[in-house]
């Protein structure tokens, strides 16, 4: 069973526009949640966690994510977008020692 | 501190061939685990280790063997190569043994069976 879904497969920003990617989760517990960015044909680099606590959490490369448990959701957001942010992003969640990924969500930045 | 490398960067094999995928991590972490990506359907863990001398299934494991003798290695063995196994495949470590910390990934390894 799936335990991550993201529902956008590719967006489309203009440079310096807002970006948000949605995340949603099926797991009872307080989940581990994980945001992860790909660049064209390299490795996975981590953006940000959530483990416990404040449920907004700040990243690298100025995402930010928000947990938000009664919607079983954990959006990724960045304020301006920069030709760099071009790429594919995936969400994860661990559940037994088992890191699921969502699908990905492809991101074009447009000048 | 080299992270996670793996070996080779690519490789082409005919169907019912036998390889194997290297992984070695330098950053002495409990928990590795392989990975493989395919188009539209993100990444799906294959077999995982808590530490040396365990291992267990993930996601997709069938086709595919692993072995953990060493902190630092664990290889995939795939035992008869299908072309439905053509995908990118990547190692990643962690430094607790649960995997709930940030995973580190190599660059990743292109197979493709014909």
């Known amino acids: 069973a799936q335990s991550v879904t993201q529902p956008d497969i590719h967006i489309t920003v203009s440079e310096g526009a807002s970006l948000e990617l949605r995340c949603n989760y099926s797991?009872?517990?307080?989940?581990?949640l994980f945001w992860y960015v790909q660049s064209p044909g390299q490795g996975l680099q981590l953006l940000l966690k959530?483990?416990?606590?404040?449920?907004l959490v700040q990243g690298i490369k100025g995402f930010e994510a928000e947990f938000k448990r009664s919607q079983s959701s954990f959006n990724l957001r960045k304020p301006s977008v920069h030709w760099s942010d071009a790429a594919e992003y995936f969400c994860?969640?661990?559940?037994?020692?088992?890191?699921?990924f969502g699908a990905g969500t492809t991101v074009t930045v447009r000048a | 501190n080299a992270g996670v490398t793996q070996t080779p960067k690519f490789q082409v094999l005919k169907t019912g061939q036998s390889m194997t995928l290297q992984c070695a991590q330098d950053?002495?972490?409990?928990?590795m685990s392989w990975y493989r990506q395919d188009p539209g359907m993100g990444l799906r863990l294959i077999h995982y280790?808590?530490?040396?001398?365990?291992?267990d299934q993930g996601e997709v494991p069938n086709g595919y063997n692993v072995s953990r003798s060493t902190t630092e290695d664990f290889p995939l063995r795939l035992l008869s190569a299908a072309p439905s196994q053509t995908s990118v495949y990547f190692c990643?470590?962690?430094?607790?043994?649960?995997?709930?910390?940030?995973?580190?990934f190599g660059p990743g390894t292109r197979l493709t069976v014909t």
């Open positions: 950053m002495n972490h409990e928990y």
């Open positions: 990643a470590s962690s430094r607790d043994g649960s995997g709930s910390y940030e995973q580190y």
């Open positions: 994860a969640v661990v559940v037994d020692y088992k890191l699921s």
């Open positions: 797991y009872g517990a307080t989940p581990y």
């Open positions: 959530y483990f416990s606590g404040d449920t």
């Open positions: 280790s808590v530490g040396a001398g365990i291992t």
